[in-house]
């Protein structure tokens, strides 16, 4: 049904506009007591042998929202209310933006992609960190707050900014998400470089010290696909170095070559990051490499094309503890998060693994 309200709607429609109006819609619902019950009966389904554990955080099971889809931690019940088990916010920057200028959202239907380059449009993380504060869950649910710096602020100075961001936020935080990969910002994924990444992952973690002394907030980075593959060693090695609690791989890409795209030219050829169906392979290749590298020493998330279940559960085996989703969301509509809730649990329970835990990175261990 979904698929042909997408067809009839949606697809006639401005994806950032559709945007906004699904997201009203899932805003609206979860307000209305009866009808939040409802849906979150049917559409996230509970399942005992999912249930995960990441960097001490306990959640229903380990597929979540990836950042990019509520911006300002305004529909976080709502997303819960549609099966997600973790929801990532933002990305939110240490000033509000406006973003890049519109058209900046682009459909390629034939491919089950998307092209964006938002550029972090956002309404700041002061305004962001007081909705959280003053937010009274409905469901109970693991939010991440995915941090990123201003387009005005110098690249030498984004340390300085991510901190800002970390005073504010952390507090509020399950978990924090350095992210130095989007393509939209200028200059940002330079921030990746090793020389670069240290420091800023330093101060942002003295921040978070700083900010919340009652607890240890867990603090992520989030890597693009494109790095070299000497570049994602270095990064994993890095994150062990320091301590960190996670590696979220992959945001999305630049490429457009070799994807074996099917989408008009134009808009293939439009710039921006592209997430979806495409990034699949390299996401995965660079997950099993991350493994391989930092086995059980880090968690690791997995992101960037997943569409199925089968798709997460690949991603389990090669080394992820959690998974996120948002693109395919866009093609398959609210009842996506149940589907991937009810075939992961089929695949544990016709596999080897007596848990969930116990498949984390098994292909990789098996090609060691």
């Keep these: 049904m979904y698929k042909l309200f997408f067809q009839l709607v949606f697809r006639r429609m401005d994806p950032e506009r559709a945007h906004h109006l699904a997201f009203r819609w899932?805003?609206?619902a979860v307000r209305v007591p009866g009808l939040r019950t409802f849906v979150a009966a049917l559409l996230a389904p509970r399942y005992e042998e999912l249930r995960t554990e990441a960097f001490g955080?306990?959640?229903?099971?380990?597929?979540?929202?990836?950042?990019g889809f509520d911006k300002n931690a305004t529909a976080v019940d709502g997303m819960s209310m549609l099966g997600f088990d973790h929801i990532e916010i933002g990305t939110v920057t240490g000033e509000a933006q406006p973003g890049n200028p519109r058209k900046r959202l682009f459909r390629l239907v034939p491919d089950r992609a998307l092209i964006n380059r938002m550029g972090f449009n956002n309404e700041g993380s002061a305004a962001v960190a007081e909705r959280l504060a003053s937010r009274t869950p409905v469901f109970r649910t693991v939010v991440g707050v995915n941090i990123g710096k201003t387009k005005v602020v110098p690249e030498a100075e984004a340390a300085a900014d991510y901190v800002k961001s970390t005073?504010?936020?952390?507090?509020?935080?399950?978990?924090?998400?350095?992210?130095?990969?989007?393509?939209?910002?200028?200059?940002?994924?330079?921030?990746?470089?090793?020389?670069?990444?240290?420091?800023l992952l330093t101060a942002v973690r003295e921040a978070a010290d700083r900010a919340v002394t009652s607890r240890r907030v867990p603090l992520l980075v989030k890597i693009a696909p494109d790095l070299a593959d000497e570049d994602v060693d270095?990064?994993?090695?890095l994150a062990v170095e320091l301590g960190l609690d996670g590696i979220i791989a992959t945001n999305t890409t630049i490429a457009r070559e070799g994807l074996g795209l099917k989408s008009e030219p134009s808009v293939v050829?439009?710039?921006?990051?592209?997430?979806?169906?495409?990034?699949?392979?390299?996401?995965?290749?660079?997950?099993?490499?991350?493994?391989?590298?930092?086995?059980?020493?880090?968690?690791?998330?997995?992101?960037?094309?997943?569409?199925?279940a089968e798709d997460a559960w690949q991603r389990i085996l090669a080394g992820a503890?959690?998974?996120?989703?948002?693109?395919?969301?866009?093609?398959?509509?609210?009842?996506?998060?149940r589907a991937i809730h009810k075939g992961l649990a089929a695949r544990l329970r016709t596999s080897p693994y007596a848990t969930l835990a116990d498949a984390v990175g098994a292909d990789v261990r098996k090609a060691a």
């Design 167 to 199: 005073e504010r936020l952390a507090e509020h935080a399950d978990y924090l998400v350095v992210n130095v990969s989007s393509p939209n910002t200028p200059g940002l994924r330079n921030l990746q470089a090793t020389e670069s990444l240290r420091p």
């Design 269 to 308: 050829k439009e710039t921006g990051g592209l997430s979806g169906a495409p990034l699949k392979a390299r996401s995965l290749e660079v997950l099993r490499r991350l493994y391989a590298r930092v086995g059980d020493d880090i968690t690791l998330v997995g992101v960037g094309g997943i569409e199925s």
């Design 26 to 28: 899932i805003r609206l």
């Design 57 to 67: 955080l306990r959640m229903h099971g380990p597929f979540g929202l990836a950042a």
């Design 321 to 337: 503890t959690l998974v996120q989703g948002y693109s395919a969301f866009v093609y398959q509509g609210p009842f996506w998060g």
């Design 234 to 237: 270095a990064v994993a090695d």
